[in-house]
């Protein structure tokens, strides 16, 4: 059997790409990887997505946006991708054993956010730990927090920040900013914000509360080690690209992420598109994901329609 449309990935952008195509009647089949309904997993609450005014939790939306795909006759596996062989058509995809084979592929595999690699850090994902300052600080108005990282990221979360916390604390590992010029000036001149430089964060305090207390810092100078209050820590070191499929087929820049036609989800080979946090350094929304994943499953059918299918 060769599929229409094969889909890998299952955040906003692939449950939307599901839910046009399979509305096209292109019976698509969609594997959900690793991270069944990607980053919105790891995240409580849920406030920006328009139309649900009262809010609502990572999980739940992915459910919904999962039943939805599935009431027009998507067809979701929740197996891994380990292989996609684009060099000729129909294109083969490989999952749990077994092999598939599609006249399209959209890739919706998106991006993950780097962590610090402590244990409290992820006990702590979404009670007062996150990795997005536009998806979570309305949740800090008036706290304190502490971003990590030096870089035009941690600028950007940082300033933002400032918008609703009384106090911004920014740690970085060296005594100098990797960040641009412009974005420095922007946010060391703001009067809530102070630097912690040569400083990591050793430890953050306190998964028996379920929340945020406390950060235990280290100076990378000296060895010594401070216990600070804050309310919130935002991880700011950057995002990996789930690319590692098509690392050598498809067009990246220099982070990784998925080079597409301008204004479109086409790659360079016909057929494959791509879409979501894959191909997005910039936004990195569910809100924009999802209408990135609405164009790829246009561009999909519009492609097979351009082929007489």
């Not at 016909?270 to 997005?280: M, Q, R, Y």
């Amino acid at each position: 059997m060769v599929h229409n449309v094969i889909i890998i990935g299952s955040g906003p952008a692939g449950y939307t790409a599901a839910l046009y195509t399979s509305r096209a009647n292109l019976e698509p089949l969609l594997f959900s990887g690793d991270e069944p309904g990607g980053q919105l997993m790891i995240t409580t609450d849920v406030e920006n997505y328009p139309g649900f005014p009262e809010g609502i939790t990572g999980p739940e939306m992915m459910q919904l946006f999962r039943k939805q795909a599935e009431r027009f006759g998507t067809t979701v596996r929740d197996e891994k991708v380990t292989a996609l062989d684009v060099s000729e058509r129909p294109f083969t995809v490989q999952a749990a054993g077994q092999t598939y084979r599609a006249k399209t592929v959209i890739l919706a595999t998106g991006a993950s956010a780097k962590w610090l690699g402590l244990p409290a850090e992820q006990a702590l994902m979404g009670h007062g730990v996150s990795a997005c300052a536009t998806c979570d600080g309305f949740f800090f108005r008036d706290k304190t927090v502490v971003v990590v990282g030096g870089g035009d990221t941690a600028m950007e979360e940082a300033g933002f920040l400032t918008r609703f916390c009384s106090k911004v604390y920014v740690a970085h590992r060296r005594d100098a900013l990797r960040a641009s010029k412009i974005m420095q000036d922007r946010v060391l001149g703001n009067p809530k914000v102070e630097m912690l430089w040569n400083t990591v964060i050793e430890d953050i305090h306190d998964p028996a509360e379920k929340r945020v207390t406390a950060v235990t810092l280290r100076n990378t100078k000296s060895g010594e080690t401070q216990r600070m209050p804050v309310d919130g820590v935002f991880v700011a070191i950057g995002h990996e690209p789930n690319s590692h499929l098509v690392r050598g087929v498809l067009d990246t820049d220099d982070l990784g992420y998925v080079i597409t036609e301008p204004r479109s989800t086409r790659t360079k080979i016909p057929g494959l598109f791509a879409c979501g946090d894959l191909v997005d350094r910039t936004y990195r929304q569910a809100v924009t994901a999802a209408g990135s994943g609405c164009m790829a499953a246009i561009d999909a059918e519009r492609f097979l329609e351009s082929e007489g299918h």
